[in-house]
């Protein structure tokens, strides 16, 4: 998965981004609040990290522009232990949910577990799943009950960044960007031909129906096994 953080306090930042790379998230870091707006709004995150005092653009006028269009990327604000006015004004802009500095790791990560359970991106046991297929970013593959799938890391990026979305129409633009990065080197036609190699290798397991192409835009990947 993949995570935003806009901290201006680099040593702050560079713990935070420490804390998620321990698991197994990808991170992009902003330290002003045009830069984290501006990443938000370019990529696809699955939860962004973002300080209430920011320079230039405020993190909670940074949730009210991103609600405002339907941008559903949980958030969860960071903001000093006394700002009772910004946590509210937070909450109610639309943030998911806030820690207070100084922080503990384990509350950090216990507050992320929680939002994306909320949003349906982690089950109970914290583990990112969809129907029989349950996903271990810690090796990068995924089971299909007891069976490991054998995924190369692509194919494993590309079926989270599904699966984190689902429900939704992702253009081969954005799933290009996510998985690839548009400074590799390769073409967009890299998704065409490694979507193919997932949905091989994810035959018999419902998942490869659920994997649908939508004619001249990209992909969409249902949220709910036999549909």
Known sequence: MRVLVVEDDPSLLKVIREIFEQESFLVD???????GYYMAEQAIYDLIILDVMLPGIGGVDIVRKLRSQLNRVPIILVTARDAVEDRVAGLDAGADDYVTKPFAVSELLARTRAVLRRHGTL????????GSIRLMPTVRDACHGEQTLQLTATEYKLLEFF???KDQILTREQIFDRVWGFDSGSATSAVDVYIHHLRKKLAGTGADHALRTVRGIGYLFKGEPHV
């Open 123 to 130: 089950d109970q046991e914290g583990e990112l799943v969809w």
């Open 29 to 35: 870091g902003a330290e002003t609040g045009d830069e």
């Open 163 to 165: 699966i984190c979305n």
